[in-house]
Each structure stands twice: as C-alpha cells, then as structure tokens.
C-alpha cells in the first residue's frame, strides 16, 4: 500500500513502487498492469497541475489601480453656481451620513463663498443613500419633491436635511416640510408615488460606473456641460483639499 500526498489530500493506492515488465508472468494480467499505468500517468499529471497551481500561487497579483478618474452625466441634477462656470464639483452624498454632515457643517460653506458664489464653480447635487442608512432614500426623495416647487425649496430642504441628520424619520421629515412653506398635498403625492426614485437609482448607477461606492464623493471636473470628465475627491475633506485642487485646474492650460 502506497501513500502519494497531494495538495494537502493523502490518496491510499493500492500499486507496487513500480510495474517490472513481467508483470504478467509474476500473477498480474496484462489489464491489471494497464491500469496501474494508466493510474500512475494520472497521478502524475495531477502533481504537475498543483505544481503549476503553487508557482502561480507564489507569483505577485498585480497591482489593483484604483480609478482615480471619472465621467458622468449631470443632466437634470439640481446646481448651485453659474451654468457655464468654468469648472463642475459633482458631488455624491446621503442625508443620512455623518461623514456627508461634515463635508456640510465644516466646508461647503466656505466652498460656496469662495467658489459657488464666485462663478468659478457649478456645484451639482446627486444621490448616492447607502443601503444600511434606513432613511436616507426617503430623505432624497423629499429633498427631490421640494426641488418641483422650485430651486430654492431643494436647495432649502437639502439644507434642513443636513442639519437634522439625525432626526430623517418621515414624520420628522414631514414637519421639515411644514416649516419650509411647501404646499404639502403636492409634496405629500409626489413623496408618496416615489416619483423620483428612478432619477435617485440613476445617480446610484452613475456613482458605481465610475467605482464610487461611499459618500460623500465627488468629481472635480473642467467644463461646463451635460457630461463631465475628471478627478475623483473621496471624504470629508477640508477645504484646504478642494482649495487646492479648484486652483490646479483653474490655472492649468486648456
């Protein structure tokens, strides 16, 4: 009884350490010893394919690139700033991120005073709710439904939004509404027939297309049209972070 280890499996084989060629003559069939042969071509072919496995195994995997760049559509996502401003932040966020409420409370500000309002930067407003936030769907919904009766009821709402973070359960989010003046049968149908969930799943599909999978993200991008191609910017980062980028691309040749 021979024992052949193999990957980590022990295969008990019931042959000789080797097939003399009398086999036949010595009590073995000529089929018997075929099949030992056949047996051991099998093995051996075996031991060749792990050995090539293990070499493989042993060779460095490439380098995974992240994607560092980006292109998406902006067409029909809410903005603040010129159209035709000379550079577009599309950002990518949940209402209910505290990640996101950073980027809010300590850099949009400042952000927009320098840049938004300036003209220098089209700031574009997409969805990207993560599933283990249980209420950040809703509060892009409602977000969208304030944005039918006019920009600034988005902008206001998203604000409000941000604010109470913590607090986007749908009654509390219904009372934000109240508070902003919006004419609540509208908003209530509009939030109730989910109507723009599609544009929401959209802006989700978008932000994966160009591996983008937590919030807040963004894409800093020359140009000013519907399609816009650049860098993407992960996290909460300081202003100092985006000052420093918008300057590199406002000074760098066409």
């Known amino acids: ?17 080797y097939l003399p060629s009398s086999a036949h003559s010595e009590g073995l069939s000529k089929q018997q010893g075929d099949a030992m042969l056949q047996e051991l071509r099998t093995i051996r072919v075996l031991l060749q394919q792990q050995q090539i496995r293990n070499q493989q195994g042993r060779m460095p995997s490439p380098a995974v690139r992240p994607v560092l760049r980006g292109k998406v559509s902006i067409k029909g996502s809410p ?27 300590n850099t949009f500000a400042q952000l927009k005073k320098v840049y938004i309002d300036t003209g220098k930067v089209r700031f574009v407003s997409r969805n990207l709710p993560l599933p283990f936030h249980p209420f950040a769907e809703g509060a892009a919904l409602a977000a969208a439904c304030a944005g039918d009766q006019g920009k600034k009821k988005y902008w206001r709402m998203r604000d409000t939004l941000f604010s109470h973070s913590p607090a986007l359960q749908a009654d509390k989010v219904l009372g934000y509404a109240k508070e902003l003046g919006l004419n609540m049968k509208r908003f209530n149908r509009c939030v109730d027939s989910k109507k723009h969930l599609k544009k929401i799943r959209q802006d989700m599909a978008d932000a994966r297309a160009i591996s983008i999978t937590g919030t807040p993200s963004f894409l800093l991008a020359k140009g000013s049209g519907d399609v816009v191609e650049g860098e993407k910017l992960v996290g909460a980062q300081p202003f100092a972070v985006f000052d420093a980028r918008i300057k590199a ?3 760098s040749p066409k």
């Open 79 to 105: 903005y603040l700033g010129k159209k035709r401003a000379p550079l577009t932040l599309v950002e990518f966020t949940d209402y209910q991120c505290p990640y996101c409420k950073r980027f809010y409370d």
């Open 1 to 17: 009884m021979k024992k052949i280890i193999l990957a980590g499996f022990t295969f008990i084989l019931c042959i000789p350490f």
């Open 249 to 251: 691309l406002l000074n």
